[in-house]
């Protein structure tokens, strides 16, 4: 993740695990959750971006 942080000035961490969200913390990188069934005990106790299904990825880059 460092690697790709140094090369890359915009990057966006997408993941769905809480492990995926301390990650990005950590490293500094904006993160977005994919949600799904398993994610669901922490989804709404942090306050994070959210994307339900990859179709409208796009469309959520676009706003940013």
Do not use: Q
């Amino acid at each position: 993740i460092k690697k790709i942080v140094k090369k890359n000035k915009k990057t966006i961490f997408i993941g769905d695990s809480l492990e995926d969200y301390k990650c990005a913390k950590k490293m500094n990188i904006f993160f977005l959750l994919k949600i799904n069934s398993e994610n669901i005990s922490f989804r709404n106790k942090l306050k994070i971006k959210k994307i339900h299904s990859f179709k409208y990825l796009n469309k959520y880059l676009e706003l940013r």
